[in-house]
T-cell receptor
Framework: DVKVTQSSRYLVKRTGEKVFLECVQD?????MFWYRQDPGLGLRLIYF???????EKGDIPEGYSVSREKKERFSLILESASTNQTSMYLC????????????FGSGTRLTVV | AQSVTQLGSHVSVSEGALVLLRCNYS??????LFWYVQYPNQGLQLLLK??????LVKGINGFEAEFKKSETSFHLTKPSAHMSDAAEYFC?????????????FGQGTELSVKP
């Protein structure tokens, strides 16, 4: 069964910490995406990548960075975690092109205290 | 630019009743449309998609959706709701401005099913 795996389901971090959220896919997909999901706000795109070592800003990149050193892995980095970054983070991947849609990971619920 | 509007953030139905979740889109080019379901504390799972061909699309768990170009709609239906259908549902359209496959999501509709 094809999968997108997020390294943690639940994470609690302190304000100011550097936080790494890892996402690995085993489908050889070119495209990978990071979203955050908050009640009433739906899914908001943080960063995405269409190829190794390539990244593009989404709608809300402030306070985040990403790394894609290998095709299967896309990491989201919170440089200095703040309480307003408490959220559900969802990783997704897809083949290139518009007709496929995404495969999502199970999500990481991050709490910053 | 493409956009998606889901009418109703919360929908409640009785078990056995028809489920209708509404989605309207805006697109200047023929759209690719998707419905996803999210169960509590989980990621999103693809229910069905429309790309080309038949406008009535069947998906998993008995759901279907009809692409109506004249109404710019892609409503999701299920003839008879089951308790296990309680979840959040997201409609999405493919952003065809850059051909990369990025999806634009609606705000989501939470479906409750009453016994």
């Amino acid at each position: 069964d094809v999968k997108v795996t997020q390294s943690s389901r639940y994470l609690v971090k302190r304000t100011g910490e550097k936080v790494f959220l890892e996402c690995v896919q085993d489908m050889d997909h070119e495209n990978m995406f990071w979203y955050r999901q908050d009640p009433g706000l739906g899914l908001r795109l943080i960063y995405f990548s269409y190829d190794v070592k390539m990244k593009e800003k989404g709608d809300i990149p402030e306070g985040y960075s990403v790394s894609r050193e290998k095709k299967e892995r896309f990491s989201l980095i919170l440089e200095s975690a703040s309480t307003n970054q408490t959220s559900m983070y969802l990783c997704a991947s897809s083949p290139p092109g518009e007709a496929y849609g995404y495969t999502f990971g199970s999500g990481t619920r991050l709490t910053v205290v | 630019a493409q956009s998606v509007t889901q009418l109703g953030s919360h929908v409640s139905v009785s078990e056995g009743a028809l489920v209708l979740l509404r989605c309207n889109y805006s697109s200047s080019v023929p759209p690719y449309l998707f419905w996803y379901v999210q169960y509590p504390n989980q990621g999103l799972q693809l229910l069905l998609k429309y790309t080309t061909g038949a406008t009535l699309v069947k998906g998993i768990n008995g759901f279907e959706a009809e692409f109506k170009k004249s109404e710019t709609s892609f409503h999701l239906t299920k003839p008879s709701a089951h308790m296990s259908d309680a979840a959040e549902y997201f409609c999405a359209v493919s952003d065809r401005s850059n051909q990369g496959g990025k999806l634009i999501f609606g705000q989501g509709t939470e479906l409750s099913v009453k016994p």
